[in-house]
């Protein structure tokens, strides 16, 4: 958690998930995120049909709307357990992602240290538009390439700045 997560309440904020895992494919496998916040335990689960897939991940979104406190994601993948047909084995990463104040510059707040590794990275997103920055690759014809697994294929755009 970095300075940018302390959040003022009331923001929709946005992050960027990935799960580092060789042995899972995002685009393939089944995930969601529950998020925790409060002295009563509140929670949202956001499901991966609820995120938005980018090239470095899945994009999700919440509002701040009530939440005041340390905000803990706990992201929840799962496997195909080929030990037992037809079963499914669950793997979790648990870790606080942001900070919700109700009033803005906190100089209070001390953040838990960073313990251990997480195989679950989260970023904040603050652009208004992360998908301005890829162009969708298209043919002759303006059809969009798809892949063998019906994913889009983008590329990172040019930086208009540079000097030639």
């Given at each position: 958690?970095?300075?940018?997560?302390?959040?003022?309440?009331g923001?929709?904020?946005?992050?960027?998930?990935?799960?580092?895992?060789?042995?899972?494919?995002?685009?393939?496998?089944?995930?969601?995120v529950e998020l925790?916040?409060?002295?009563?335990g509140?929670?949202?689960?956001?499901?991966?049909s609820?995120?938005?897939?980018?090239?470095?991940?899945?994009?999700?979104?919440?509002?701040?709307?009530?939440?005041?406190?340390?905000?803990?994601?706990?992201?929840?993948?799962?496997y195909?357990?080929?030990?037992?047909?037809?079963?499914?084995?669950?793997?979790?990463?648990?870790?606080?992602i942001?900070?919700?104040?109700?009033?803005?510059?906190?100089?209070?707040?001390?953040?838990?240290?960073?313990?251990?590794?997480?195989?679950?990275?989260y970023?904040?997103?603050?652009?208004s538009?992360i998908?301005?920055?890829?162009?969708?690759?298209?043919?002759?014809?303006?059809r969009?390439?798809?892949?063998?697994?019906?994913?889009?294929?983008?590329?990172?755009?040019e930086?208009q700045?540079?000097?030639?």
């Open positions: 958690m970095t300075e940018k997560d302390i959040i003022v309440q923001e929709t904020v946005k992050y960027l998930l990935t799960i580092d895992r060789e042995d899972f494919s995002m685009a393939n496998g089944n995930f969601q925790r916040w409060g002295l009563m509140a929670k949202k689960v956001i499901q991966k609820e995120m938005y897939e980018s090239t470095d991940g899945y994009l999700f979104a919440f509002s701040t709307d009530g939440m005041v406190g340390k905000v803990i994601a706990k992201c929840t993948w799962y195909d357990d080929t030990d037992v047909p037809g079963a499914v084995r669950p793997e979790t990463d648990e870790q606080v942001a900070f919700v104040v109700t009033t803005p510059c906190p100089k209070f707040q001390a953040c838990p240290k960073a313990c251990g590794d997480h195989d679950v990275t970023e904040r997103i603050e652009d538009e998908t301005a920055k890829y162009a969708r690759l298209v043919d002759a014809y303006d969009p390439f798809i892949t063998s697994d019906d994913c889009y294929i983008y590329a990172l755009r930086d700045n540079i000097n030639e």
